[in-house]
């Protein structure tokens, strides 16, 4: 939401709370005021609140997974389509396969980065 905000909350911290807040902030390049507001919002939305250069990294990493799922599916189609697969075909997916482990492999090294309180587990195989 866009605008002017009208309605001001306070609280109360003690001081290692603050210090807390102050430093998570820092992490999201953020005001301590806005990144509360967020982080309540966040909480309150059920969603992760994660630092901008990780959400970018993130994304980056979404496209690239759906232009390999898009190679794939063609190759599935002109499989399907032909009856057939030709040593380029199986080739061609044999590399999109070793390109989305490697984008799970950098998927997963990001959330390993988060704080360790917010953590995603990742099943092993």
Partial sequence: MHGTYT???????????????????????????????????AYLDRRSLLPSSLEKHLTKIVQEVRRVGTNLNQIAKRAKTYQRLTHDDLRKAAQLVIMMERLVLVLRQALESLPHDHQIDVEEE
Avoid: G, I
């Fill in 7 to 41: 309605h001001r909350v306070t609280c109360n911290l003690h001081p290692e709370q603050f210090f807390r807040l102050q430093q998570v902030a820092q992490q999201f390049n953020s005001r301590l005021a806005p990144f509360v507001r967020d982080a309540a919002l």
